[in-house]
Each structure stands twice: as structure tokens, then as C-alpha cells.
């Protein structure tokens, strides 16, 4: 049994990145660049007017250079390259219109006063005001994007201003969920004596709509040895991450660990000395990661968090993988841990104070749903007192809570 730190060591090193793909800019939201990319263009690709006003010549028509002639328009869209301001010419304009040759600044359209074909504006403005040049944001051939940057909204819409199409990026991980145990019952129906409702696939796949991965399985089996091994043996021909969830302990109706030593899926670690989630499992098979997770729906969800949120990141090309760490300050007292694992807490932070909830038992999913951390009590650790500091994962943002 290994420490957590290990654990974590051992899925930084073992777990393997997807090739890159390239894939239209309208479906990469979330993923990670494979490789930089270059601007096509120059942005703005001309000179263009910032505000709705008149676009007007160095020189005016009096000695003041306020005094200008009408002699066009240009809205948003209109070619003018072969329009040139003479002395004394201004040309109406409109925000993101192009300029044409010759224009010194843009005037706002409240500062201009417009007598019949002519305009007068104030003395005093300076010369480009209100023109955004020609390639002032970005120029053809710079660097727009680097490689390993997350594609948020920006990122795309800037990809798109430059007029890039596709990028190489690292895929979406394609997942198979598969839930075991013959105590299970479907939503929806009766519930029998000695059954439970199956929650833990339900939990599993909401935690995996926090990333944009590829659910492309959700398989639920009773405990048997050879249905289980077929199951995963179908898993492992087209999933990237396998995730198990129940029959990894040593009962005697526990047959995920068998089935996966007969595929001759390589164990990297099995149990953890940590509470709760003991039993979990990660192994490989060639360049797939297999995650067989407790049954105990706290247990589960605590080991997706710790490991295979994790796991999904770095085969997705993140550079910071895990959840989110600080200390935050005790609302209370918090009895030490005197054993040799380390305790993950759930509990509820509020600005940079936290408190501990109560029912922490790996089957109890309600304090989950209050919690907004999962506060961190170290191995063989003393008593805290209510405004000492505990370090904390602090959970997605869909656990913020009101």
C-alpha cells in the first residue's frame, strides 16, 4: 500500500498524453494547443475608425484647420482603398468602418457641428484619434497562441479574427463508465429488500461534464467474473480512460481485480493509505489508463477528484492537473489523525474560513452535496484549534454554493 503522494506521483509519470489532432475551431472549446499558431493576417487589417464620427484630412478649408468638406461615407464592410482625403475633405465614418488615405484623425460625431455640406470640429484633438491602425493588435506572422494554452471563448474568437480555420489541438479522452454489484436498482424501478438505488454512474458521468471528454460507454453488470471481463475487454479496444466503480475489494463476489489480471492490465498502484477510498486501483493497458474505483459513493467521488480528474488532464495535455490547493482557517476545533493515512474531509468554505461537516462515512453522499473542499488531515497529525490553518482541495466551480 502506498501513500498518496506516491499515488499522484506515480499518474504524473505513468499516464500518457493523446496524439494531437486537428480539429475546426468550433470544436475545440477546452482543449489544449498542440503546437503554436500563426497569424494569416494583420489585425485590424486596415485602418479602421474606433467611434462613429468623420474621418478628416490634416489640413481644413480656414486657418484653424476646424472647417471641412462632406465628401463621402463609409460604413462597416465598404471597400474605400481608392478613396484619398484631399485638403480641407472629411468622410463620415462609423465604428469599425475603414479610413480612408489621407485621414489624420477621427472626431466623434458629438463634437462635430454640421453646417449643410460642411463640418466644423473643435480645436485641439490629436492627430490619430479614435484610428485604430492597421495591424496594431497583431501582424501577419506573430505568434497568436502557444502551444499548451487551454482554448477558452478568447482564445477561439481570436483564432477566428485571424482567419484560422483549424488547429492541432489534444482530443477529447474517449471514457467508458462501467458500475458493478448485484445490489444495485435502476431509477425508476421498485426498490426490493436488500437493494439500493444505483447512484455511483449517475455521480460519475456529472463529474465528467467538468471537462470536455468523450462519455462514450456507460455499462452497468452484476457480479460476475466473466461478464465483467468481457465488458472491459470491449472497453479497452476503444476507450482512452476506463473508469470501474464497485468489485475492487477482496469479497468474495469482487471480480474486477481478476478480470483485469486475466486481460493482463498492468497494475501501477492498488489501495492507498488514504480515508476514505482505500481501495482504488489505476493501471495500463498499452497507452490506456484503467481507474477501478470503490463502491461507496463518497469513496468514489473523493478518488475521482484526488486521481482521475488528475489522470484526465494530463492525458489531455494540461500542465496543472489537480484541484486547486490552500489553506483556509478553522471555524472549530478538529480532533487530530491518528492514523497512518491521510483523511480527505469534506467540508464548506466561506471566503478563508472553512468548516468541517459532519457524516464522513464513505457511504454518505449528503454532506457532499453541502461541500465546497475536501479539507486535507495529514497522517498521525495533532488536535487543531478553531483558527489554526487545514489545507484544502478546493471542489469545481458547479460546488460553489450559494
Known amino acids: ?18 496524439n494531437s489532432i486537428c480539429l475546426p475551431i468550433h470544436q475545440v472549446y477546452g482543449l489544449i494547443l498542440a503546437e503554436n499558431t500563426i497569424s494569416k493576417i494583420d ?12 474621418a478628416v484630412a490634416k489640413e481644413g478649408l480656414n486657418k484653424e484647420n476646424t472647417l471641412f468638406k462632406l465628401v463621402g461615407l463609409s460604413k462597416a464592410g465598404d471597400d474605400i482603398s481608392n478613396v484619398y482625403l484631399n485638403k480641407g475633405e472629411c468622410v463620415r465614418v462609423f465604428t469599425g468602418s475603414a479610413v480612408p ?6 472626431v466623434i460625431q458629438e463634437k462635430v457641428k454640421i453646417n449643410d455640406a460642411t463640418i466644423e470640429i473643435p480645436e485641439g484633438i490629436d492627430e490619430g484619434a479614435n484610428i485604430r491602425l492597421k495591424g496594431e493588435q497583431y501582424k501577419k506572422g506573430d ?4 502551444k499548451g494554452q487551454k482554448l477558452n471563448p478568447a482564445a477561439i474568437g481570436l483564432l477566428a479574427s485571424s482567419g484560422i480555420s483549424k488547429v492541432n489541438v489534444i482530443p477529447s479522452p474517449k471514457v467508458s463508465l462501467i458500475i458493478t454489484g448485484n445490489e444495485l436498482t435502476e431509477l425508476g424501478k421498485p426498490l426490493q429488500s436488500g437493494k439500493i438505488y444505483e447512484s455511483n454512474s ?30 472491459i475487454a470491449k472497453a479497452l479496444e476503444k476507450s482512452d480512460i476506463i473508469i470501474l466503480s464497485g468489485g475492487i475489494s477482496v469479497g468474495d463476489f469482487d471480480f474486477v481485480g481478476e478480470a483485469l489480471k486475466q486481460l493482463k492490465v498492468e497494475t501501477v498502484f492498488y489501495k492507498v493509505k488514504q480515508k476514505p477510498g482505500k481501495p482504488i486501483f489505476y493501471g495500463k493497458y498499452k497507452t490506456k489508463e484503467i481507474f477501478a474505483l470503490p463502491g461507496n459513493p463518497a469513496s468514489a467521488l473523493t478518488s475521482f477528484y484526488i486521481y482521475v480528474l488528475p489522470a484526465i488532464r494530463k492525458k489531455m495535455g494540461f500542465m496543472d492537473i489537480y484541484l486547486q490547493k490552500k489553506p483556509f482557517k478553522l471555524t472549530h476545533h478538529l480532533l487530530g489523525n491518528k492514523s497512518d493515512r491521510t483523511t480527505f474531509l469534506k467540508a464548506k468554505y466561506v471566503k478563508n474560513n472553512i468548516e468541517i461537516l459532519g ?33 484544502a482541495y478546493i471542489l469545481p466551480t458547479e460546488y460553489t454554493l450559494i
Open 101 to 106: 488615405k489621407g485621414c489624420h484623425k477621427v
Open 1 to 18: 500500500m502506498i501513500t498518496v503522494n506516491e499515488a499522484l506521483s506515480k499518474i504524473e509519470d505513468k499516464v500518457s498524453i493523446l
Open 359 to 391: 457524516a464522513q462515512s464513505s457511504a454518505m453522499l449528503k454532506t457532499y452535496a453541502l461541500s465546497n473542499a475536501l479539507a486535507i488531515l495529514s497522517p498521525n497529525s495533532e488536535d487543531l484549534k478553531k483558527g489554526d490553518h487545514i489545507e
Open 143 to 146: 505568434t497568436l497562441l502557444f
Open 202 to 231: 449517475y455521480m460519475l458521468e456529472a463529474a465528467l461534464k467538468e471537462m470536455p471528454v468523450q462519455i462514450i460507454d456507460k455499462i452497468k453488470l452484476k457480479d460476475n467474473l466473466l461478464h465483467t471481463k468481457k465488458s
Open 43 to 54: 489585425q485590424p487589417p486596415f485602418n479602421s475608425s474606433a467611434m462613429d464620427g468623420y
